[in-house]
């Protein structure tokens, strides 16, 4: 509890005898009829209230200023606290962030140290029943393994809010949070860009760096404009796996990577009965890699990422320009009206093999009432492949198809008119993934089925990455 303070209650004791003598005055006012006396009384009276005002004033800077230390103080043993026990700050950092998403603010998403969360969660104060901090107390005490932080947190907790249970709190929120989420689509956005100075040093061998995000509920993340909310940093650009690698290391990368943001997403929303999809932004010079086939484990026959969840590319370079944004939203907003026509009715059937025969098909395809897709029969490597996905950005064309082998058993270009008859346009990620899954059946080889490689891009320009919204 608060040590007492003694000056506080000598001055509310003044208070409280002024307030007093002020109700005495007046009734001794409202009984006298000599004038005189009457106004001896009401001077009486005057000086009373100008001295009411100067102990409230006073009491209001003293009951502030004992705010002020209480709340010093209760930030300092929790900051000791945290800091006591660093070896938990992975579980720190995932209690802010779940904090943080529930609160309307600009506080950044991610944040390095104990003393950063304490900083940032102090900012948002409080509203209702509980302050940000209460909250990340109750999910850092629900999350962690370490029985000592717990009692910590627990005796902490005693101090400064006797009758305040970090379960019971946590509890009330994710029973408040869980029926609002059920619901929700979760997504993982992923974006690759190139890094520029580890490449300059490296004798311009291109390096990469990643950045990624949990988006709780696609859908609401999309309409909310620049003041995007509802989102998790899983990598910024001060976290280790940031660190600059090349092309080769990615694969290697990802798989521990893929495994830890699904299993933080099944934390985050415990009451979520959807599983995340996937959107990976390249830059153009990598859309030919097998995102989908990403392995999630090491098994003889691993389980894909593409085979769990849907998984759809998109072309980063869209957000840095230099490429026209017109054609693209408004070719979009095409797409939107024919979400529900079959998906082969928005696909134009592109060379890949002819350059000057692709881009004219593109130019005719843009004038076209319903064409939003282009389906190339079989990508080509880079640097060719470059050059294809150079043209699909300039005509703005949001969706395109194609299978990513020549295996004498796969007719690619039957099977993509195949996958595009199956259903509607907005089904098309989920018919895309349905083909991906089937490829794992023993029977379906990669020397024979087309869901070992298919990839899908699918580049929605309302869906922006927190750092670019």
Not at 127 to 155: C, K, M, P, R, W
Request: one cysteine or more.
């Amino acid at each position: 509890m608060v040590e007492r303070n003694l000056k506080l209650e000598y001055w509310q004791e003044r208070l409280d005898v002024l307030n007093q003598r002020i109700t005495e005055l007046k009734l001794e006012i409202g009984a006298t009829v000599d004038p005189i006396f009457r106004k001896g009384l009401e001077n009486r009276l005057m000086a009373a209230l100008d001295e009411i005002d100067h102990v409230e004033s006073t009491i209001s800077g003293l009951w502030e200023s004992s705010q002020d230390r209480e709340i010093q103080a209760r930030t300092d043993e929790l900051l000791d606290i945290l800091q006591r026990h660093e070896s938990q700050i992975a579980e720190m950092r995932r209690a802010y962030q779940t904090t943080v998403v529930h609160w309307p603010t600009d506080v950044p998403q991610w944040v390095e140290s104990a003393i950063a969360i304490v900083k940032e969660l102090r900012r948002i104060g409080s509203a209702g029943e509980y302050s940000a901090l209460e909250e990340f107390v109750a999910h850092l005490a629900s999350a962690t393994d370490s029985t000592e932080l717990i009692s910590a947190l627990n005796q902490w907790g005693r101090h400064y809010y006797p009758g305040r249970s970090w379960a019971a709190l946590h509890t009330q929120i994710q029973q408040a949070f869980e029926p609002k989420s059920e619901n929700f689509q979760p997504a993982i956005l992923l974006r690759i860009r190139l890094a520029e100075e580890a490449t300059t040093q490296a004798d311009n061998i291109p390096h990469y760096q990643l950045e990624a995000w949990l988006i709780e509920d696609i859908d609401t993340y999309q309409t909310q404009g620049n003041r995007r909310t509802g989102y998790h940093t899983l990598v910024s650009e001060d976290m280790p796996v940031a660190l600059p690698f090349t092309e080769d290391a990615l694969e290697a990368k990802m798989q521990s990577l893929l495994n830890e943001w699904i299993s933080q997403t099944k934390q985050i929303l415990s009451g979520c009965k959807n599983d995340p999809e996937f959107h990976v932004f390249l830059p153009k010079s990598l859309l030919h890699l097998t995102v989908d086939y990403w392995p999630l484990d090491d098994r003889k026959r691993p389980k894909r990422l593409g085979q769990l969840h849907r998984v759809m590319l998109c072309c980063a370079d869209r957000l840095d320009g230099p490429y026209p944004v017109g054609p693209w939203r408004s070719l979009w907003e095409r797409h939107q009206t024919n979400l529900n026509q079959t998906a082969s009715h928005a696909f134009v059937a592109g060379s890949e093999q002819d350059l000057d025969e692709l881009i004219e098909v593109l130019e005719a395809a843009v004038e076209e009432e319903d064409i939003v897709g282009l389906k190339v029969t079989t990508a080509l490597q880079p640097p060719e492949s470059e050059e294809l996905f150079e043209e699909l950005l300039i005509a703005g064309l949001p969706l395109a198809i194609w299978g990513r082998c020549e295996e004498a058993g796969i007719a690619n270009a039957a099977e993509l008119d195949t996958i595009l008859r199956t259903d509607s346009l907005s089904r098309l990620p989920q018919t895309v993934q349905d083909k991906r899954r089937e490829a794992r059946k023993p029977k379906n080889s990669a020397d024979c089925h087309i869901g070992h490689h298919l990839s899908l891009l699918r580049d929605n320009p309302t869906l922006i990455p927190p750092k670019r919204a």
